[in-house]
């Protein structure tokens, strides 16, 4: 296409384009297919306003067609694989060899106590320690976790929530021990609240306090760890839990749309905590659809922030996401077909333009992955981006009359949600009573009866059966872990100035008292003494009581 036929946003979209090869030059010049075709960086109508209107150009506003003006042509996602069990010792080799095969970015699960505030030495812990993620109980685990992982140059994902605080200021403190400055920490906490309530339940605080902490993590982010992620506003557990492609697009942006309204009112510049907000999204099986569903949710969110909340940033209107597979879709049946599965939901995120993807593995429905079945997951990402062609040109998909049309029609019900959500009164009233988890109970139920009538089709599962034990190798804790845990956070303890980590805690007390004050400081002083998740947590339950269900 000539330069004289180019609209002027076409050539403004060209500028920036220059710009960005200059800090990221594209991958390899010129791009082709296997039959030698060059591959243009994007394909669009020459004339065509509705399009210029609607989809625009990769980088530029309303951003249906990525956020970066050269997306993969100059740099791949972040290839993250989700990895926590037993010990920090354990995660910590667990960690360190995905690194080495060839991942980039870590991703932290941790166990079922440290997500809602308990150490591993509490009744309630009792025979969950290190089950389903790692088991973090003070800074000496952290430390332990991220040994030799040097922190200036690899971005860690903490999936986290109510805790989130805590667990942020254990990485800033081991950071900080390792000589990194605060500027230079990247990563992202999840830090999702909201989604909590409505589908995941590992919650402790009821919402106001709990909206409280997330603000002041934004306010202490934004002026000393100015490159983290403050919040992964969660659409992934929502999915989870039973929604449809369109409930977990719309209430994660409602969810997403109260934070700013917190921040807002907490006397936040917007323009100085949006361009930190990040999402996280699932990838289900029906391809096209969740293409369409990132391209409309990046869209929907772009015109929020700029018309709704009048942010001038251009990086405030963009939504950069994680995507994870969809967990919810893999059999225990037949596990190998769980590998195909992931395959189709990755590539749909990578057409999506996610900027960091988990590919799940194929035993997760059995058990924690195994080293070779994380492997098998991790290799599928790099197939997709150095195999597939699927990352040499900007949106693929990008007009296709099916992939336009459902991009559309989301964006419609989408907003039809946000309507009754705010008629409500916004997320948070919406989730105090109760109304977004009987809409996602509505949808799990009705999509449950269509699987046992066989009116859909889980290929292994309701049909193409086979007599079969379900037998693989799979990863096992070690069940003398919870002991051994214990006990070295009795020796932790022992280590410790008590009379520092009472001084500390009674900090947090007081300025918990102070609806204005920022909390952050003041864990961040208690976990810098060993302070534990759960003597912290303890603190603030006293203090701000806790949630019993909507």
């Known amino acids: 296409m000539n330069d004289e036929k180019f609209s002027s946003n076409q050539t403004d979209w060209k500028q920036s384009v220059n710009k960005t090869v200059k800090r990221f030059p594209e991958r390899k010049e010129p791009f082709t297919t296997s039959s030698n075709i060059n591959v243009d960086r994007l394909y669009f109508p020459e004339n065509n306003q ?136 990247t990563g992202t906490i999840q830090n999702d609240i909201l989604k909590e309530y409505i589908a995941r339940g590992t919650y402790i605080f009821p919402p106001k306090p709990s909206m409280r902490l997330i603000t002041n993590i934004f306010e202490f982010c934004q002026q000393n760890v100015p490159k983290f992620n403050t919040i992964s506003i969660s659409g992934y557990h929502i999915r989870e839990a039973g929604s449809t492609a369109v ?21 936040l510049d917007i323009d100085k905590f949006a361009p930190r907000l990040a999402f996280f999204f699932n990838a289900h099986n029906n391809f096209f659809e969740e293409a369409a569903k990132f391209r409309a949710a990046r869209r929907i969110w772009a015109k929020i922030m700029k018309e709704k909340y009048k942010a001038e940033n251009p990086k405030s209107w963009k ?19 769980n590998i195909v599965r992931v395959t189709m939901q990755a590539l749909a995120a990578v057409l999506g333009g996610t900027q960091s993807l988990h590919t799940n593995s194929r035993d997760e429905a059995l058990s924690l992955p195994t080293e070779d079945s994380a492997r098998i997951a991790l290799r599928t990402q790099q197939i997709i981006a150095n195999e597939s062609g699927a990352a040499d040109t900007v949106d693929p998909l990008g007009g296709s009359y099916y992939v336009e049309e459902l991009t559309d029609r989301i964006e419609q019900e989408v907003e039809t949600y946000l309507e009754r959500i705010s008629e ?35 290929v292994g599962l309701n049909q193409y059966k086979l007599d079969e034990e379900v037998n693989p190798d799979l990863l096992k804790v070690d069940e003398a872990l919870e002991q051994a845990q214990i006990e070295s956070l009795a020796e932790a303890r022992q280590e410790r100035n008590q009379a520092v980590v009472d001084q500390k805690l009674s900090a947090i007390r007081e300025q918990a008292k102070d609806p204005q004050g920022n909390l952050i400081p003041y864990i961040l002083d208690a976990v810098r003494s060993y302070a534990t998740v759960g003597e912290i947590c303890n603190v603030l339950r006293n203090e701000f009581g806790e949630f019993t269900g909507a």
């Open 319 to 337: 939504m950069r996401f994680h995507t994870q597979t969809g967990g919810s879709t893999l059999t225990a049946q037949q596990p190998d077909n």
């Open 424 to 458: 409500l009164g916004g997320a948070v009233q919406a989730v105090e009573e109760g109304y977004m988890q009987r809409e996602i109970h509505h949808n799990a139920y009705e999509t449950q009866k269509k699987i046992e009538k066989e009116e859909e089709i889980i």
């Open 247 to 267: 409930q977990e697009a719309a209430f994660t942006i409602a969810n997403g749309m109260a934070y700013v309204d917190a921040a807002l009112q907490a006397g």
């Open 50 to 185: 509705e399009y210029e209107d609607k989809l625009g150009y990769p980088g530029v506003y309303p951003y249906t067609r990525g956020i970066q003006p050269t997306m993969y042509r100059s740099r791949f996602w972040t290839m993250r694989q989700y990895a926590g069990f037993g010990s920090a010792k354990e995660t910590n080799k667990r960690f360190r060899y995905l690194l080495e095969q060839g991942q980039t970015g870590l991703s932290v699960a941790f166990d079922l106590p440290t997500q809602i505030g308990y150490d591993s030495d509490d009744v309630m812990a009792e025979g969950e320690v290190g089950k389903v993620g790692v088991a973090i109980d003070s800074l000496h685990d952290m430390e332990q976790l991220l040994d030799q992982i040097p922190l200036d140059k690899v971005s860690t994902s903490m999936t986290i929530n109510a805790p989130a605080s805590v667990l942020l200021c254990m990485y800033i403190a081991v950071g900080e021990k390792q000589g990194v400055p605060l500027e230079k920490l």
